[in-house]
Nanobody, 126 residues
Framework: QAQLVESGGGLVQTGGSLRLSCAAS????????RGWFRQAPGKEREFVAA???????DYADSVKGRFTISRDNAKNTVYLQMNSLKPEDTAVYYC????????????????????WGQGTRVTVSS
């Protein structure tokens, strides 16, 4: 059974950095698009970043220039480097992977992702 496990969240001050990791097990997602989403209290889950199997990326406007998504296919892992963090980045961050049909598309819609991790909390203090 496929499983995604996020790690790397925590408490950081404004302007600080964190690196999130998402390791997959149970099946390989090396050829699949991988995405990061986040959900703040009282808000809907929103797109953060995505990367295709060959390295094409997309970012939410709110994180462009500050966040970088990358992947290590050999480790079946995707990363999210977050720099210049702001209090509005505070949320639970989720990684995701699509099903076979959408596997190769650069996806920004949560509903098109089939596999989700349990989330890792990021808190940015002002």
């Amino acid at each position: 059974q496929a499983q995604l496990v996020e790690s790397g969240g925590g408490l950081v001050q404004t302007g600080g950095s964190l690196r999130l990791s998402c390791a997959a097990s149970g099946r390989t997602f090396s050829n699949y698009t991988r995405g990061w989403f986040r959900q703040a209290p009282g808000k809907e889950r929103e797109f953060v970043a995505a990367v295709t199997r060959n390295g094409s990326t997309d970012y939410a406007d709110s994180v462009k220039g500050r966040f970088t998504i990358s992947r290590d296919n050999a480790k079946n892992t995707v990363y999210l480097q977050m720099n210049s963090l702001k209090p509005e980045d505070t949320a639970v961050y989720y990684c995701a992977a699509p099903n076979d049909y959408w596997a190769y598309r650069l996806l920004t819609t949560p509903g098109l992702y089939a596999y989700w991790g349990q989330g890792t909390r990021v808190t940015v203090s002002s």
